[in-house]
């Protein structure tokens, strides 16, 4: 039981000073009280992804290609799941990644896919929930496009809640059974300084970035006795092809720094290497990824669980 009564911790605050961390061995809690008690060594990822098996939603453009670069690179065997086969398997053949054709909002697709891999791979400890859309996606150019959100079209609404929110939720649910059986992991999911700023352009994408926060934090403490951690990264604008046509270009001339993908797939790894679950990884030019941390809020009335 927490301090709080509750059957669940509040937002882990481990750190280096925690005595666990310091022999960098956990128990998780379920299996200790099953009587299967493992050893779990939460550093695994502190050397690299060597014996790992990743899996990145989206890793067929921009972030998510940058991570399974990165993942590859340092020794994981590297899974690219999207629904665009051809830039996928074109990043798989680069790197030598297996491809899954998947929707991220379909619930049975994701069933299935985590049923291969296991069948496959037998294993499953890094799962980057990345793939993302905006609303709409203009070829005008223009930086800020003029929302109007009586005359958005359900579909767009409907396809962007089916790819950003359900796309982190339903995956999260689909691989933390293998996950745990894998002995542990991290789920790491992209959403973007729109999840705690906001992003008049697009509003229901700032919505969905947000929920995607707002589960990140609430999940990680429920997955954390399992062993796996869970983290969102929150990039700032970073050059791929979710941006409108000249969308970087106009940026940079407004000041605006864009980012590489790469620094991203940064953010990726840090967060995989975090001893604590449940942050939020600003990934924002020139700078190491560093978490945000919301102001408490008091007097709610009930548990506050940040605190
Ligand atoms: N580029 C930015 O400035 C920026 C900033 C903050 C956050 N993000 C987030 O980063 C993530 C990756 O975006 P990106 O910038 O690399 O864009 P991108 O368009 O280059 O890549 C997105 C990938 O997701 C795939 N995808 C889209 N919908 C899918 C679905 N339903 N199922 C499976 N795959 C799907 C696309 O085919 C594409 O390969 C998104 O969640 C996005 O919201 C991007």
Redesign the pocket.
């Known amino acids: 039981m927490s301090a709080h009564g509750l059957p669940f911790s509040r937002r882990s605050t481990r750190d280096s000073r925690d005595p666990l961390l310091e022999k960098s061995i956990i128990v998780p809690r379920n299996l200790a009280v099953s009587g299967q008690a493992q050893e779990l060594d939460m550093t695994r990822f502190d050397q690299g992804f060597q014996d790992t098996v990743a899996l990145v ?10 991570t399974a670069r990165r993942l590859a690179h340092e020794g994981a065997r590297v899974i690219i ?4 086969e051809a ?2 398997k074109t990043v798989c053949e680069e790197i030598g990644a297996e491809f899954m054709s ?5 619930p049975d697709a994701w069933e299935a896919r985590i049923a291969e891999i296991e069948q496959r791979h037998g294993a499953l400890h890094v799962v980057h929930l ?5 609303t709409y996606k203009s070829d005008s150019g223009g930086l800020v496009e003029a929302f109007d959100l009586a005359s958005m079209p359900l579909a767009n609404y409907r ?1 962007i809640m ?3 929110v359900d ?1 982190v939720i339903l995956g999260a649910r689909a691989c933390q059974r293998l996950m745990q059986a894998s002995g542990g992991g991290c789920l790491i999911a ?5 999840g705690v700023v906001s992003f008049p352009p697009d509003p229901i ?1 700032t919505a ?2 947000h929920a995607v926060v707002g589960f990140v934090r609430a999940q990680a403490p429920l997955l954390e006795p399992t062993g796996v951690m869970f983290h969102a ?11 409108s046509e000249n969308f970087a270009d106009e940026a940079r001339k407004l000041g605006i720094k ?2 590489d ?1 790469s620094e ?1 797939a940064e953010g990726v790894v840090t967060a995989c290497q975090a001893k604590t679950s449940g942050d939020l990884w600003l990934c924002l030019p020139e700078q190491a990824p560093r978490r945000y941390e919301f102001a408490p809020v008091d007097d709610i009335g009930v548990p506050n669980l940040d605190e």
């Open positions: 939603t989206g890793g067929g453009s921009g972030i998510g290609a940058a799941a999207d629904l665009d830039g996928g998947l929707d991220v909002s379909d990345n793939a993302g859309i905006t396809r089916g790819a950003n796309g992209t959403a973007s300084v729109a994408y969905t970035k990264v929150l990039p700032g604008v970073v050059d791929t092809n979710i941006l864009v980012m993908p991203i």
